[in-house]
T-cell receptor
Framework: GEDVEQSLFLSVREGDSSVINCTYT??????LYWYKQEPGAGLQLLTY???NMDMKQDQRLTVLLNKKDKHLSLRIADTQTGDSAIYFC???????????WGLGTSLAVNP | DTEVTQTPKHLVMGMTNKKSLKCEQH?????MYWYKQKAKKPPELMFV???????INESVPSRFSPECPNSSLLNLHLHALQPEDSALYLC?????????????FGQGTRLTVV
């Protein structure tokens, strides 16, 4: 079946690294995504990784994919208060390639 | 231009009103989507248009009626809504229907049904 699990909350101190984890069940996914949603705002695509990659780095963001364990993580280096938001993990699945979403991890950054 | 623009940003409507939500993109994307999002929940897919034709309807009640007048525009017509339809309505677009590239979202329309 199609399922995505994320821990619901994460709290870090400003300047520390944040690691948000996600596990999924569908091994046929081709693209896996991280979206950020600030309060009252829409969804911002942060980054995505193709399923034949292990790692992708983009400035402060590092995405790690362990396809064997079906585990995806997002590391934010030098976390800032502006990074406080809900982070959704998602992947495309099925013939229609619909996006399957996790419940989101609420990241709180404390000064 | 990597923007998906939605109007209005906020909408309050009565249960007997008829209103429309609008979405526009100029990225040349041929797939456009409507999602509904309740507070602190992931978005739920409602409709998918591919090359201006409706390709997916996720069993959405007929009080929601989508329309795709051209490849850049997507509308959602609302009629006889219920209070439980209050939510953030998000439009998205992607290059193709298979969502195998970036999908960009608008800022959403926050709808309140009274």
């Amino acid at each position: 079946g199609e399922d995505v699990e994320q821990s619901l909350f994460l709290s870090v101190r400003e300047g520390d690294s944040s690691v948000i984890n996600c596990t999924y069940t569908d091994s046929s996914s081709t693209y896996l995504y991280w979206y950020k949603q600030e309060p009252g705002a829409g969804l911002q695509l942060l980054t995505y990784i193709f399923s034949n990659m292990d790692m992708k780095q983009d400035q402060r963001l590092t995405v790690l994919l362990n396809k064997k364990d079906k585990h995806l993580s997002l590391r934010i280096a030098d976390t800032q208060t502006g990074d406080s938001a809900i982070y959704f993990c998602a992947y495309n699945a099925g013939n229609n390639r619909k996006l399957i979403w996790g419940l989101g991890t609420s990241l709180a950054v404390n000064p | 231009d990597t923007e998906v623009t939605q109007t209005p940003k906020h909408l309050v409507m009565g249960m007997t009103n008829k209103k429309s939500l609008k979405c526009e993109q100029h990225m040349g994307h041929r797939a456009m989507y409507w999602y509904k999002q309740k507070a602190k929940k992931p978005p739920e897919l409602m409709f998918v248009y591919s090359y201006e034709k409706l390709s997916i309807n996720e069993s959405v009640p007929s009080r929601f009626s989508p329309e795709c007048p051209n490849s850049s525009l997507l509308n959602l017509h609302l009629h006889a809504l219920q209070p439980e339809d209050s939510a953030l309505y998000l439009c998205a677009s992607s290059l193709g229907r298979r969502m195998n590239t970036e999908a960009f979202f608008g800022q959403g329309t926050r709808l309140t049904v009274v």
